[in-house]
């Protein structure tokens, strides 16, 4: 069944920058839109990327918008999160997601990053 592993995360100082990656298997990877989440110690889990099965990008929230960047590689069933000028807040666990895992409830392991001095 569907499988998500995400990868890429630590600790980076502030305006840093990290490159999550999130490999998938159990399914047929380029027929679906992907999903990144994070979710912060104490705070609901938010949804920070979306990109299209076809590799268009859409819904950054405000916080993020300018400084995230969603990407994926139907080839090699991964789907990317590019984070650059790192802040404080944005220190949370980080999930990859699709309409999929979702509705089985299923969550990878997550990835830690935490943007600290």
């Known amino acids: 069944q569907v499988q998500l592993v995400e990868s890429g995360g630590g600790l980076v100082q502030p305006g840093g920058s990290l490159r999550l990656s999130c490999a998938a298997s159990?399914?047929?990877?380029?027929?679906?839109?992907m999903d990144w989440y994070r979710q912060a110690k104490g705070k609901e889990r938010e949804l920070v990327a979306t990109?299209?099965?076809?590799?268009?990008?859409?819904n950054y929230p405000d916080s993020v918008k300018g400084r995230f960047t969603i990407s994926r590689d139907n080839a090699k069933n991964t789907v990317y999160l590019q984070m650059n000028s790192l802040k404080s807040d944005d220190t949370a666990v980080y999930y990859c997601?699709?309409?999929?895992?979702?509705?089985?409830?299923?969550w990878g392991q997550g990835t830690q990053v935490t943007v600290s001095s």
């Open positions: 997601a699709n309409i999929l895992s979702i509705s089985r409830n299923y």
């Open positions: 159990g399914f047929t990877f380029s027929s679906y839109a």
């Open positions: 990109i299209t099965s076809f590799g268009d990008p859409k």
